[in-house]
């Protein structure tokens, strides 16, 4: 697996009680669009996980956003984010 994504996921572990995580990378998939750029990556993260279903899904999304704000800002153009 990719460093990067191993990072992020090492990341969110340390921050968020979770039964379950996945990351895909889906960059592949955006290389004809226009703002694509090889530098940054276009993610899929699958998260199990009791305390982010007890809330509800704006702020548990906000909660993974939070985590990943300064990769946001340098190495993630995407984030699509999927709470079971």
Known sequence: MNN???FVEKKIKKSINLE???ILDTSYKHKTHKSYSPDKYHLFIEI???FLK???KID????VMKILK???KT???AL???IK
């Open 4 to 6: 990067y994504i191993d």
């Open 20 to 22: 379950k995580i996945k």
């Open 48 to 50: 199990e996980s009791k």
């Open 54 to 56: 007890s809330l509800n």
């Open 60 to 63: 548990a999304q906000r909660n």
């Open 70 to 72: 300064d990769e946001l």
């Open 75 to 77: 190495k993630i153009h």
């Open 80 to 82: 699509e984010i999927k």
